[in-house]
């Protein structure tokens, strides 16, 4: 082994860095402000540590038309340093900078691109089976959204060598390519439940158990329905709502939570104001809620729970559907 191969071998790497070992493929939609889809990026990016530090690289493709397809298009690979830690991930540039901080398998990461004039939040969840990552990146001039992209990722490993995994990714892609553009529209004339067990970390980062999540569907028309979400393990939370949904918009109006929301595709992203007899009225969600697979209805969710507006714990992980 050479001395630059030994000091490779020596790099301890963070937690979240091995969760993301190798290449991970998809292609996210492109969506406007008002939740309309425009177009894909075509993505495959991987992350490598050397001895001399992490260094993440995306090579991206977009498609579509208009203005954002004129904004984004940079004809070239991005390509930025990362300080790796389990504490604060610091992207150091020159395509990317900012930091971005792990939750467990979930990161929550602010940053900004100078080649988009962008500033980001992204959201970057590895599911349970570690070969699925769900994302998204809410790009903002100032506070006002600019564009949205979102999708689902695969992990490879040997892709560039294996005619099967090469044919994995196409179809993987197309699959997205079908799936990406559809709407977040809960069932509207079929009652049942998402159930599952999601992780909890706390504002400090900590694991703190898991939460049993069941949220029961009943839909009252086809533009709306009443859903009670239950909590039980790490926290324990109970709270009834009817949300009604306009085009890409959602409201929660009552009786124990307020707020609203916008469909960017199948992802929902919401700010919900817990109120009512269980709750001090001090409480406040914001979420993600990305309905992976229309079909089977599996929903990734990830909600930033505050008390006031001091974040509280991240709840984050994926719900199975039961009709009932």
Known sequence: MSATSEAVAEVETSEWQKRIEGEWHGIPGLFDAQGNHVGFESIARASEVTAEGARYWM????????PLRNRFELGAQF??????SDENRVYTGPDFYGTGQPYGLFVDAHYYSPGWQADLRTWN???ADGETQVYSSVLHDGWSVCAVFNGV?????????????????????????????KPQVLPTKE?????????LNGADQTTEGEVRVRIDHDPTSLRSARQTVTWEGGLERRYTFD????????????PEVFG??????RALFTSQHLVGADHTGVEKIRGREFLIDPTTR???VVWQLFTGDTTTHYVHGSLAWEPR
Do not use: H, I
């Open 125 to 127: 969840q590895v599911l």
């Open 59 to 66: 090579d991206s493709k977009l498609s579509g038309a208009g």
């Open 79 to 84: 390509d930025f340093g990362v300080v790796d």
């Open 243 to 254: 949300r009604y949904r306009d085009g890409a918009r959602t409201m929660y109006e009552g």
């Open 298 to 300: 599996e929903l990734a």
């Open 153 to 181: 990722y695969k992990r490879t490993t040997d892709r560039e060598t294996n005619p099967a995994t090469q044919q994995y990714v196409d179809e993987w892609r197309a699959l997205e390519v079908e799936r990406g553009p």
């Open 260 to 265: 609203n929301a916008t469909s960017y595709g």
């Open 191 to 199: 009652a049942g439940a998402w159930t599952g067990t999601l992780f």
